[in-house]
């Protein structure tokens, strides 16, 4: 699970310091000139919500401005080499969730499923774990390792039955049932590929992130 972070909105639908990206976005979104960052600490969002956000804003056009930084996992020996990273994105809780996996070598997408609509975080990150390993078995990959930023997920794959306790909704009938088909294959597989915990305090973001936060 990433570190816990709090949002300032100083221009949207309502403004203040949040302690949710869901519940940042529900005042940025739709809302045109929207002004918001992100703080590794309370105090810190409290105080930049009270200064001036144009000394932000400066910083954020000078980061917007800069090329993507390209991390070389390879220089870091605790990453197992040529894995993949999964990851999900989920707006709202329940809400559109998307999935994706990304090779970590490359930075290719691998596979990318979703907006499914009415699901959980939680939901997409363990099918996007179950995809993984899936589409490894096929290919006849069982040395390649996944990563995941998501521990609930994977004690989610581990028990072979995912514990979630969104409501069944005639909008979320498809998540539901990508979910079900999930653990109906982890019930008759037995995949040999080690799944692994992302660090995101040490590594940063894991490669498969929406970069949403």
């Not at 990959?141 to 994977?154: C, E, F, G, K, Q």
């Not at 072979?160 to 009938?173: E, F, L």
Request: glycine share 8%; proline share 5%.
């Amino acid at each position: 699970m990433a570190r816990r972070k709090f949002y300032v909105v100083w221009a949207g639908h309502d403004t203040g310091v949040f302690d949710s990206w869901e519940e940042c976005k529900l005042q940025i979104a739709n809302f045109p000139g929207a002004k918001y960052k992100s703080f590794d600490s309370q105090q810190e969002a409290v105080e930049a919500y009270r200064g001036d956000p144009s000394e932000y804003i400066g910083i954020f056009k000078a980061m917007a401005s800069r090329s993507a930084r390209v991390v070389n996992y390879d220089a870091i020996p605790e990453i197992v080499k040529g894995a993949i990273a999964v990851d999900a994105a989920c707006s709202r809780n329940p809400g559109p969730v998307e999935y994706q996996g990304v090779d970590m070598a490359t930075g290719r997408r691998l596979f990318h499923v979703g907006p499914l609509e009415g699901g959980s975080n939680n939901m997409g990150e363990f099918l996007a774990i179950v995809h993984a390993l899936a589409m490894l078995e096929k290919a006849g990959r069982p040395d390649v390792a996944i990563y995941s930023d998501s521990r609930t997920a994977m004690a989610w794959v581990r028990n072979r039955r995912a514990k979630s306790t969104i409501a069944p909704t005639p909008q979320n009938a498809k998540i539901r049932g990508l979910v079900a088909r999930a653990e109906a294959w982890l019930q008759t597989h037995h995949p040999m590929n080690r799944i692994l915990k992302w660090d995101t305090e040490t590594w940063g973001e894991i490669p498969a992130d929406f970069g949403r936060k």
